[in-house]
Structures are given as structure tokens and as C-alpha cells.
């Protein structure tokens, strides 16, 4: 049966083969640095969660809760807003 193909029929379908195998290493790249992405991802929010948190275990003061703030680019509600 090997007999009966052609030189280069067997080599279209070695570089087939090649080209196949090439594409799905890719893909798998691919796929591994997405994984990777979101595992770094999730742990730098998790390190921002954390040091965010670990600022409001001992009753912050007034001056503290603007630095939070400042580093956030928010600002605190005031009492007008609260009534709302």
C-alpha cells in the first residue's frame, strides 16, 4: 500500500503533518499563557484585597481613610450624599 504513493505525495503529507503538529503546540501556548494570565491576575487582586483590608483592621482615622482614598482616586461620601 506505502508502495503505490508518490515522493511527493509523501511529502505533502510529512509537511502536513508538520504544519498540524506546529498549529496545535501553538494553540496549547496559547492556552498555557491565558491560564498563566489569569493566575497572575488573580493573585495581584488578591495582594490588593489583602493590604486594602489589612488597613481597616485597627478603626482607621479620618487621615488614613484619605490616604486610602487618594491612592484609589476616590473621594469620600459626604453627609448629603448619605442621606440620598
Known amino acids: 500500500m506505502i508502495k503505490n504513493i508518490s515522493i511527493s505525495t509523501f511529502v505533502n503529507i510529512i509537511f502536513s ?3 498540524i503538529s506546529i498549529f496545535i503546540t501553538f494553540a496549547m501556548f496559547i ?3 491565558q491560564q498563566r494570565h489569569e493566575i497572575s491576575l488573580q493573585n495581584r487582586y488578591e495582594l ?3 493590604n486594602f483590608l ?3 483592621q485597627n478603626q482607621p482615622t ?3 481613610l ?3 482614598f ?3 482616586k476616590v473621594k469620600p461620601i459626604e453627609e448629603r ?3 440620598l
Request: aromatic share 16%; glycine share 0%.
Open 17 to 19: 503533518l508538520a504544519f
Open 31 to 33: 492556552n498555557y499563557d
Open 48 to 50: 490588593i484585597a489583602e
Open 54 to 56: 489589612s488597613s481597616f
Open 62 to 64: 479620618a487621615e488614613s
Open 66 to 68: 484619605l490616604t486610602i
Open 70 to 72: 487618594k491612592k484609589f
Open 81 to 83: 450624599e448619605k442621606r
